[in-house]
């Protein structure tokens, strides 16, 4: 029987405070001052992705998409994802990463499992793809490109903080999988409502207590092969 599984992907399959992160990291900035206005409500989650855009593009005037692309090269993935996403793939289930994070770290990961069909725009899709759909459905945040290859101001914005559970109800409904069949795996308080909408939660790698009050597991590692026995115990239950 076939089970939809949801990754949250900043500090779940990217063992990293965040892909963003990453990125300020390499760039040697700090979103420090974005962060705070949104933690004190004067910050929306849209005005937010427009002002570490424009941090981005300040630090280097002339940035591309190409150079993004560059920046988020080497991010380092979570221990044992490869084993964990080898066996949901193999076992035929589906696979959605649901995240706020840049979507070219989520592209490398969906890249992992390719679809035996070419490349078509569809929902939970990935653009520019290498020739081949994946078999993933990615819905993340990021950057978007200006026909003349450089950043625009206005950023790619399909995951809100705390709109994940809708997401997840729509995969639902699209591949008829029920909420009885579905598994969530995230970190923080904006995964709660993936949570909601699972049969089994699991708070991985908790990044504060909220998201443990709400989930029905918790995983207190850094290895995905931990999330993996939970998820076999769950569908072989």
């Not at 206005?37 to 005005?47: I, V």
Request: some cysteine; aromatic content about 10%; hydrophobic content about 40%.
């Amino acid at each position: 029987m076939k089970y939809l599984i949801c990754f949250d992907m900043d500090r779940v399959l990217v063992d990293h405070l965040s892909t963003w992160q990453y990125v300020y990291d390499k760039l040697e900035i700090s979103n420090h001052e974005a962060f705070e206005l949104y933690n004190q409500g004067k910050l929306d989650e849209w005005d937010w992705l427009k002002m570490d855009l424009a941090l981005i593009k300040q630090a280097h005037g002339d940035i591309t998409d190409e150079k993004m692309r560059e920046l988020c090269v080497g991010t380092p993935l979570m221990a044992g994802i490869k084993d964990c996403l080898d066996w949901i793939i193999s076992n035929g289930h589906e696979v959605a990463i649901i995240s706020g994070g840049m979507q070219e770290t989520a592209r490398e990961i969906a890249c992992m499992y390719p679809a035996e069909h070419p490349w078509r725009r569809r929902w939970g899709g990935i653009n520019r793809h290498r020739g081949f759909d994946t078999k993933f459905h990615v819905f993340t945040n990021g950057w978007l490109e200006r026909n003349d290859g450089t950043i625009d101001n206005f950023g790619r914005y399909q995951v809100q903080m705390n709109g994940k559970g809708s997401i997840v109800k729509m995969l639902q409904r699209r591949l008829g999988i029920s909420k009885e069949r579905t598994i969530s795996i995230g970190d923080s308080a904006g995964d709660i409502g993936m949570f909601e909408e699972s049969e089994l939660s699991i708070c991985f790698n908790p990044w504060d207590e909220k998201p443990v009050a709400i989930a029905k597991k918790t995983i207190r590692s850094r290895n995905l092969i931990d999330v993996l026995e939970a998820v076999k115990n769950q569908i072989k239950g």
